[in-house]
């Protein structure tokens, strides 16, 4: 199973939420609430250009780390920058992004096209459920076998 077999079956497809570098950590909280998602893309403003991405689990840590204050501080003052973005491409498989985010501890990752241009985004779980159909496909197709055997 590959990314673009999970990117084709999202319910949201290959949408991309995004936010400004310069908005507030209430206002990524409060889109990632909206959109009932883990992970926004930082963009610029000017260009729309990645500048990198803000979780939900970031902005706990910030506020761990600063205290309700942190709620006010701006995107780019939290979140990971580009350089440090794991990413993948529509022909990668499930098992390798599996392995990268267990590896790398984190959760959501951006898909960039051929053209290295954003695709996409996948989570943990997308990657988990589309695993679990793998697993119940291979189950049915043993159990097939092993009936005509």
């Not at 939420?17 to 998602?37: C, G, N, P, S, Y």
């Not at 600063?66 to 794991?86: F, I, S």
């Amino acid at each position: 199973m590959t990314v673009r077999w999970m990117l084709d079956g999202k319910p949201i497809g290959r949408q991309v939420f995004t936010v400004r570098a310069d908005a507030t950590l209430v206002a990524a909280t409060q889109k990632l609430a909206e959109h009932r998602i883990g992970a926004l893309l930082v963009v610029s403003e000017e260009n729309n250009d990645t500048l990198g991405i803000i979780s939900e689990r970031v902005i706990v840590r910030k506020i761990a780390e600063c205290g309700h204050v942190a709620l006010g501080y701006q995107v780019h003052q939290a979140m990971t920058p580009k350089e440090a973005l794991v990413t993948c491409t529509a022909s990668d498989t499930t098992a390798s992004i599996m392995e990268q985010m267990t590896t790398g501890k984190f959760r959501h990752m951006p898909v960039l096209n051929e053209y290295g241009q954003l695709a996409g985004m996948i989570s943990i779980g997308d990657v988990v459920n589309w695993r679990l159909i793998e697993i119940d496909r291979e189950n049915r197709a043993m159990k097939d076998y092993i009936r005509t055997a």
